[in-house]
């Protein structure tokens, strides 16, 4: 499984931050499924690519898993 850290602030616009978890193979970020796991050490999301079929985990910053928390409460 590759493995990627975060990219974004905490106060960029949600489009920018779920532009940083884009398949690292096809640059797609509009599709992606993903998983997050925020509580504990080291705060990441699971990401797989239904196109190419890739997995993948960017792992978070305090802050950004804050910031990531946001937007798994409006997704629900």
Do not use: K, N
Request: aromatic letters at 8%.
């Amino acid at each position: 499984m590759l493995a990627d850290t975060a990219r974004f602030r905490a106060d960029d616009p949600d489009p920018l931050v779920i532009a940083s978890l884009a398949c690292p193979i096809c640059l797609r970020s509009d599709d992606i499924e993903w998983t997050a796991a925020l509580d504990g050490y080291d705060p990441s999301v699971a990401c797989r690519c239904p196109r190419c079929q890739e997995r993948w985990r960017v792992y978070l910053a305090p802050h950004q898993a804050l910031r990531f928390g946001l937007i798994d409460v409006l997704a629900d």
